[in-house]
């Protein structure tokens, strides 16, 4: 492709990916400009702190909105309703402000709860509480997340794919965003990012070999980013979305193998849970669900309440090796009767995410000595042996590592752990 057709695709492809982009303008929203080179300053909205009764920010001749200060300053802000007060700590200034308010500064850092943040931070209120919002072009933003959501001293083609799939998963979370006052949460929510604070000279050269390269699905005439979803350590195979959550994500047709994650520290894990904690956690999963499982019978509360987990095995396993479905057994007791039992199947994804994805690593799994009875009373417990940490769509962390060492290029590895994808220079 010639330079000219090059630059015409990239701005054509350009505004088929953005549309009217929300944080690609400034504040509000203004008449979307399909420059190519624009989009290189595309800014994100990052949410970094939600639900907080005060925000105290600090930094260098302070813009808090329309007001100006002069040198070092620091400010408290409280939130109620759609007005936001600021009071100047160790001062006597007092700003009443509409919510948002836009703090920004031109040292170029804000300080927030000890870490900096480039450009700008935004106060919203919510109700009684705050919420703040750093605003920041997307290619500053990866810079920050290459050392919180892996390391800038992993291999450099190992990074470059990294940061590839964060920029396209950041991307696509602003797209998706129309409406919402932020594109993407600083947690493992989305994408965990502590402002500039673990940026690194590395990590900075990685994001800008890289700059403006995503990965996208469709028709060529209408390609749109992929929800580049990525974790930890696959175990050995990756999954995909409809398996975990339940419904189909375009761009992911096939799930792969992957032998590049046996050495990761995280291959392996053990956990056993008591059996009372399996209920509790189940009781508390299940009533924050709109509706209860498929093929749970109607007395499913009456036996997570009062009844007892006597049994626990694997039902379906999926064609990659995961489990698919559990299948627990509850013992309810009746009076003057032989106790009921009532039999409740729980998808493996789910029944992970309500033990808490942090302890129970995966759906792959096999069970260890099952049902053992503790010493002193203390009920039964069941133990799981699994491979792999992690949700195990898209790229494979610890795999993508490997294959860099071993002499795969950034593309190489993407096209591994995404094949349905298709990386494009976007500027
Ligand atoms: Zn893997």
Redesign the pocket.
């Known amino acids: 492709m010639g330079r000219i057709a090059l630059r015409v695709f990239r701005q054509i492809t350009a505004v088929l990916l953005l549309g009217a982009l929300p944080g690609f303008s400034h504040a509000a929203p203004r008449p979307f400009e399909p420059r190519a080179e624009l989009l290189g300053e595309a800014r994100i909205r990052v949410r970094i702190a939600e639900a907080i009764p005060m925000a105290t920010l600090r930094g260098f001749d302070l813009r808090i909105g329309t007001h100006t200060q002069d040198a070092a300053s620091e400010w408290e802000f409280r939130c109620q309703d759609d007005r936001i007060r600021a009071l100047q700590v160790g001062g006597t200034r007092t700003l009443e402000l509409a919510s948002p308010v836009t703090i920004e500064t031109p040292a170029g850092f804000l300080q927030f709860r000890g870490r900096p943040y480039r450009e700008e931070l935004r106060i919203h209120s919510v109700g009684s509480l705050c919420e703040v919002i750093n605003v920041v072009r997307l290619e500053k933003y990866l810079k920050g997340l290459v050392n919180t959501e892996f390391s800038s001293r992993w291999n450099e083609e190992a990074i470059a794919a990294q940061v590839i799939a964060a920029r396209t998963y950041a991307m696509y979370q602003m797209r998706q965003a129309m409406g919402s006052h932020f594109d993407v949460d600083a947690t493992v929510r989305d994408q965990v990012y502590d402002g500039s604070i673990k940026e690194d000279s590395r990590a900075s050269r990685s994001v800008e070999k890289t700059r403006g390269v995503v990965l996208t699905v469709g028709p060529a005439q209408a390609p749109v980013p992929l929800k580049a979803f990525y974790h930890s350590?696959?175990?050995?195979r990756t999954e995909l979305p409809e398996r975990v959550w339940g419904a189909p994500v375009a761009g992911f047709r096939r799930a792969v193998p992957?032998p590049?994650?046996a050495h990761s520290p995280v291959m392996s894990w053990t956990l056993e849970l008591k059996g009372e904690v399996i209920r509790d956690s189940l009781l508390k999963g299940a009533r924050a669900e709109e509706k209860a499982p498929t093929g749970w019978p109607g007395d499913w509360l009456t036996a997570l309440k009062s009844g007892r987990l006597t049994g626990l095995r694997i039902g379906k396993m999926e064609s990659g090796g995961r489990v698919a479905e559990l299948l627990t057994s509850w013992s309810i007791p009746r009076k003057g009767g032989a106790p009921k039992t009532v039999e409740l199947p729980v998808p493996a994804a789910r029944f992970r995410d309500w033990i808490g994805p942090g302890r129970f690593r995966s759906t792959s799994f096999q069970l260890g000595p099952s049902g053992r009875t503790l010493a002193g009373g203390g009920g039964r417990s069941w133990q799981f042996r699994g491979r792999g940490n992690g949700h195990g769509v898209g790229m494979?962390q610890?795999?993508a590592k490997t294959m860099g060492e071993r002499g795969h290029k950034a593309m190489a590895i993407l096209k591994h752990y995404y094949p349905d994808a298709i990386p494009r220079k976007l500027w």
């Open positions: 350590t696959c175990g050995g992957c590049y994650c494979c610890y795999g």
